[in-house]
């Protein structure tokens, strides 16, 4: 959520930011909301400020006197107009919340200007995807792929989207979790196992609700919704709480399955394990100090981007441009990995800084040392990272001659051998 005090006074501002996320949003109806509330505001106070001079004359008037009467009388309209005005100023505070809920956060200045993915800007790149896949096939057509990973009885069990991974196939998931995690505690992230259903004001907090409400799945009549990431669970550990700043920055990881509708999602980038319903993911999240937050993003950055070589993964970065950017970050990368068979790049992690957009939804602060007062933190997050896409590049780039699949030397502590077979 954006400060009001800079809509108020930036209104161009938050105009451009729109522009240059290229979101259809109304502004002016949201300006509007707010000048009716001030104006309502301003009626109220005014109105208690008549409510207590009424009282204070009566304080020195004789009980009894014709002027003692008219002031109770005066005192007593007046109440009755603040408690309606009252309900009235509460009313339009929500529809006043609801109306900023609708603006997206601030593009930072270094995100480039650009509709569509295809204007993202390569940041990076490691390894040389020509040197890998010398027997590469896309992995849904490797022999003996639906041994280990079964869709078709998923989609009978669930629905589409919802696949089984048998035997060797679960332990290679379970494996890369467990690299994952690991990897992440030795950066210093703290591991933490959270709920994977969170109620609305968590969602809203995040900045899912209202923006990814489709997208998510969700009970009733609890209407609790289940993660579509553990950013949603973890972001709200320090929700309504005031944190000292010495304890800043704050490292946490999360592993949960994740659950996402994916409307609207078809085509060849749905095969397989490119885009299913529900997969495991870890969740790297930092509260930060406002002052070190992109020193803190690029630091989390190089965090999943060491999880990539050490799988021997070739990968790129892209610097999101404002278009493909999202409704809540200030700015993002996107590591894909490539898949050898497919001849594609698979987006494996989102890493952003939100500067205190979730923070002021969340009311997550910290009590500065320099005024005493409260200020409100930074959160980044990125996935650190999620299973799925990784699995396929994997199984990709790694296939041998003979069918088998090489897995990577610092996963194999992990998985217990140098090769998955399907066979």
Known sequence: MLDPKLLRESPDLVRAAIAKKHLEVDLDAVLAVDAAWRTQLQEVEALRAAQKAANAATASLPKGSPEFAAKIAEMKAVSTQVKERDAKLKEMEEQLRNA????????????????????????????????????????????GFEKLFDFARGAKVTGAGFPFF?????????????????????????????PIFVNAASATATGALPDKEGQMYETTPDRLFAVPTAELPLTNFFRDEILDESVLPVYRCAYTPCFRREAGSYGKDVR????????????????????????????????????????????????????????????????????????????????????????????????????????????????????????????????????????????????????????
């Open 272 to 423: 397989g394990l490119n885009r299913v319903h529900q997969f495991d993911k870890v969740e790297l999240l930092k509260w930060v100090h406002p002052a070190t937050s992109y020193d803190e993003l690029d630091k989390l950055r190089d965090d999943a981007e060491r999880l990539l070589q050490k799988l021997e993964l070739p990968y790129r970065v892209l610097l999101m441009c404002g278009g493909d950017l999202g409704f809540g970050q200030a700015k993002k990368y996107d590591l894909e990995v490539w898949g050898a068979g497919q001849k594609r790049w698979l987006e494996v992690s989102s890493c952003s800084n939100y500067e205190a957009f979730q923070a002021r939804r969340a009311q997550i602060r910290f009590r500065s040392k320099e005024t005493g007062k409260p200020e409100l933190v930074h959160t980044i997050n990125g996935s650190g990272l999620a299973v799925p896409r990784v699995l396929a590049a994997l199984l990709e780039n790694n296939l041998q001659a003979d069918g088998r699949v090489k897995i990577p030397a610092a996963l194999v502590p992990y998985f217990g051998k140098e090769y998955l077979s399907f066979q």
């Open 166 to 194: 048998i035997g060797d196939g679960a332990k290679l998931v379970r494996s890369l979790l467990h690299f994952f995690l690991e990897e992440d505690g030795k950066a210093g992230y703290v591991e933490v196992s959270p």
């Open 100 to 143: 900023m809920l609708t603006l997206p956060n601030i593009p930072h200045a270094s995100v480039p200007e650009g509709r569509t993915p295809q204007d993202n800007v390569v940041a990076a790149t490691h390894g040389d995807p020509a040197q890998v896949g010398a027997h590469a096939r896309p992995h849904w057509e490797i022999p």
